[in-house]
């Protein structure tokens, strides 16, 4: 998924439950956030260990939903009142491409030989 300039990327600020599927995250953004999961916009949804993260989006009817993990490390976000972040582009880039919002104290990169 390409991202367009008229989409929004929002942030769910509450913990999440990284079991809930497509459907329960698509309620929780119409609950919720009272925002409207089929309009097009990246909904994010992180879990209470903060290191995973769960993008839920929908496009030529049909919803997406990706999920990242981070080996070491948590993603920072900060809190608001609202229970949701809208997140600029540059900010949304950095999140998807590197770990410039996440907090890895003195650890090496984790390299893997053996895949199962």
């Not at 916009?41 to 989006?57: E, P, Q, S, T, V």
Request: net charge neutral; hydrophobic share 30%.
């Amino acid at each position: 998924m390409l991202r367009n300039e008229a989409m929004k990327v929002y942030l769910y600020c509450g913990i999440t439950d990284m079991r809930k599927s497509i459907n329960t995250l698509a309620v929780m953004v119409h609950d919720t956030l009272e925002l409207d999961p089929s309009s097009g916009h990246l909904f994010l949804f992180r879990n209470r260990g903060r290191d995973k993260l769960k993008a839920l989006y929908y496009e030529d009817q049909s919803y997406t939903l990706w999920y990242r993990r981070l080996e070491k490390g948590k993603f920072i976000f900060p809190r608001n009142d609202a229970g949701h972040i809208e997140l600029d582009e540059e900010h949304y880039n950095w999140l998807l491409s590197s770990n410039k919002y996440s907090k890895n104290i003195g650890e090496e990169t984790q390299k893997y030989r053996d895949f199962y």
